[in-house]
């Protein structure tokens, strides 16, 4: 006998773990972070930028591209400075 629906179960989507590198808040209870994830699969790195909650942008770096990480990621620290917001923890925060 067929089932109706051709799908069996559901496919476990396993999250790769992110850590906090920065956070930022700015005037009206905003507030963003940059976290980093490494994804083994591809030896890669990723950063990840959310503001208020919701994913901004996204960038990998993995192959020929990875020395240009530190590089990326620093600008889009300096970004966020040059908009007045203000940084409240950094990589170098023992809370993270």
């Known amino acids: 006998m067929s089932s109706p629906t051709p799908f069996r179960g559901r496919t476990r ?5 992110m850590r906090r590198l ?3 808040e700015k005037a009206g209870g ?3 972070e940059i976290r980093e ?3 083994t699969q591809w030896q890669a790195f990723e950063f990840l930028v959310f503001v ?3 994913l901004l942008e996204s960038q990998m770096f ?3 591209r990875l020395p240009e990480y530190p590089a990326a990621l620093a600008a889009r620290v300096k970004q966020f400075s ?3 917001w203000q940084l409240v923890s950094g990589p170098d925060d ?3």
């Open 13 to 17: 989507n396993d999250l790769i773990p």
């Open 82 to 84: 040059k908009d007045d």
């Open 52 to 54: 208020d909650g919701s």
């Open 22 to 24: 920065y956070r930022f």
């Open 30 to 32: 905003h507030w963003a």
């Open 62 to 64: 993995h192959g020929a």
């Open 94 to 96: 023992p809370t993270l």
């Open 37 to 39: 994830r490494k994804v």
